[in-house]
């Protein structure tokens, strides 16, 4: 379900926006992780931000795979280049 980001408040959108755009991820605390989980369908216009949600879904069982599939399918596309992120380790 894909929602409007600007329906956000502004500071919940400046601080996806920085999580959006930070290079050391991996070293995000877990609450960051967590909102950016909490928040993924507001992202969906940010094709830099799927790898990042992504590595912070919480459960990759079976029955979660088709909603993870879904979200993917409504991302905005990402160049290339940055869709090997998606191939990387996390």
Request: glycine share 0%; net charge negative.
């Amino acid at each position: 379900m894909k929602r409007e980001f600007e329906s956000l408040d502004i500071n919940t959108q400046n601080l996806l926006k920085d999580v959006i755009e930070s290079t050391e991820f991996k070293k995000l605390p877990a609450e960051l992780r967590e909102i950016l989980w909490e928040k993924r369908h507001y992202l969906h216009n940010f094709p830099l931000a799927l790898p990042k949600v992504l590595s912070s879904a919480q459960l990759w069982d079976f029955t979660s795979l088709s909603d993870l599939q879904i979200m993917m399918d409504n991302w905005a596309p990402l160049e290339p280049a940055n869709a090997l992120q998606l191939l990387l380790p996390w």
